[in-house]
């Protein structure tokens, strides 16, 4: 167990539809990384949050969008769902404060099926 | 911002044979350098890293090399096992922001 906690494990949704994807980082944990992995693909950076802040963006589409709130745990927001927007979710942590990288932590991620 | 790729994307070795799988990445300010295996349906989790102010690192049959100046990096597999049969990811973090690029894996089958 790496201590990230992600939910639902799975959802399916059909197209058009709206979703949230919930994520609670390791107890002290900071940074809050979202990834995409879709079928056989790699994993693709989406955003980062750091105590509360967007810190980076990545390859995030429009219709995505993330938060990460006091308590530290973060939401990502997907709309106007399509077919192609089906894809295991990951959310990772790290307990980075800046002055350097360090270990990211992997939930077991969110499998999202669209319909 | 940071591109990083890998290769090969599919590696077939028999087992007790050698693994090696490379990345390059593009952001000459990323400083940390980890390597994530991902079993079937699991998450991806960390096997070593590297840092920029070394060159080589090891951990039993594992080990990683970094070459700053032409900006790569090496995961190197001894004595592979049934048990390495994963898919293996590089990621690259520049110094200020944390985040991690991945590449796009490669996947290690070990024969028996």
């Known amino acids: 167990d790496s201590g990230v906690t992600q939910t639902p494990k799975h959802l399916i949704t059909a197209t058009g539809q709206r979703v949230t994807l919930r994520c609670s980082p390791r107890?002290?944990?900071?940074?809050v990384y979202w990834y995409q992995q879709s079928l056989d693909q790699g994993l693709q950076f989406l955003i980062q949050y750091y105590n509360g802040e967007e810190r980076a963006k990545g390859n995030i589409l429009e219709r995505f969008s993330a938060q990460q709130f006091p308590d530290l745990h973060s939401e990502l927001n997907l709309s106007s769902l399509e077919l192609g927007d089906s894809a295991l979710y990951f959310c990772?942590?790290?307990?980075?404060?800046?002055?350097?990288?360090?270990?990211?932590?992997f939930g077991q991620g969110t499998r999202l099926t669209v319909v | 911002g940071e591109n990083v790729e890998q290769h090969p994307s599919t590696l077939s070795v028999q087992e007790g044979d050698s693994a090696v799988i490379k990345c390059t990445y593009s952001?000459?300010?990323?400083?940390?350098f980890p390597w994530y295996k991902q079993e079937l349906g699991k998450r991806p989790q960390l096997i070593i890293d590297?840092?920029?102010?070394?060159g080589e690192k090891k951990d039993q049959r594992i080990a990683v090399t970094l070459n700053k100046t032409a900006k790569h990096f090496s995961l190197h597999i001894t004595e592979t096992q049934p048990e390495d049969s994963a898919v293996y990811f590089c990621?690259?973090?520049?110094?200020?922001?944390?985040?991690?690029?991945f590449g796009s894996g490669t996947k290690l089958n070990v024969k028996p």
């Open positions: 952001d000459s300010a990323s400083n940390y």
């Open positions: 590297i840092r920029s102010n070394v």
């Open positions: 990621a690259a973090g520049p110094y200020n922001f944390n985040k991690f690029y």
């Open positions: 990772a942590s790290s307990s980075s404060t800046g002055q350097g990288g360090t270990e990211a932590f």
């Open positions: 107890s002290g944990d900071l940074s």
